[in-house]
Antibody, heavy 122, light 107 residues
């Protein structure tokens, strides 16, 4: 079964750090671009960060650039999100998602994890 | 950055109604546009890719259209299980796959 399972969320004080993990199974993890997407309580989806299959290309939303770092371990089939200098506005449900080539040059996120909650509060 | 704007932000409709949701991109994205459905407490589900192609397993009452900057998601006959939120997403930027603000559909 193709599956993504996030972990590492929790309650953290502003300014502190947290690392999220996403375990992949059931597919060739190293063949896929991966993303983190978050959703603040009662709000919409926000793309956070993406990483190419070999980590050669990485990008971040402006809201997290310089504070968050995405990485992956293809041998272990894990995706990570290191979150530093956390702010209250980072409070959200964090999903990891697989990007697939649906056809030709068209991409979409076809597999999602169940998500993990990050709460930033003093 | 490519900004995606959806309208309306919410709507209420009855079973059997035809429902239309629009999405506008801040620049031309050709047809690099995806639509997702999200039920409360669940992860999003891909409905449509390349603006008008139905993902496998998605009911044919869902359809998408548009190109350039203006796109539409249509549900031809709303069913009770279609409640939830709908999001457009541009895939023109290969890594920075930004979303629209979402449309909440209430029945």
């Amino acid at each position: 079964e193709v599956q993504l399972v996030e972990s590492g969320g929790g309650l953290v004080q502003p300014g502190r750090s947290l690392r999220l993990s996403c375990a992949a199974s059931g597919f060739n993890f190293e063949d896929y671009v991966m993303h983190w997407v978050r959703q603040a309580p009662g709000k919409g989806l926000e793309w956070v960060s993406g990483i190419s299959w070999n980590s050669g290309r990485i990008d971040y939303a402006d809201s997290v650039k310089g504070r968050f770092a995405i990485s992956r371990d293809n041998a272990k089939k894990f995706l990570y999100l290191q979150m530093n200098s956390l702010r209250t506005e980072d409070t959200a449900f964090y999903y990891c998602a697989r990007q697939t080539t649906v056809t030709g040059n068209y991409y979409a996120m076809d597999v999602w994890g169940q998500g993990t909650t990050v709460t930033v509060s003093s | 950055d490519i900004q995606m704007t959806q309208s309306p932000s919410s709507l209420s409709a009855s079973v059997g109604d035809r429902v239309t949701i629009t999405c506008r991109a801040s620049q031309s994205i050709s047809n690099y546009l995806n639509w997702y459905q999200q039920k409360p407490g669940k992860a999003p589900k891909l409905l449509i890719y390349a603006a008008s192609s139905l993902q496998s397993g998605v009911p044919s009452r869902f359809s998408g259209s548009g190109s350039g900057t203006d796109f539409t998601l249509t549900i031809s006959s709303l069913q009770p299980e279609d409640f939830g939120s709908y999001y457009c997403q541009q895939s023109y930027s290969t890594l920075r796959l930004t979303f629209g603000g979402g449309t909440k559909v209430e029945i």
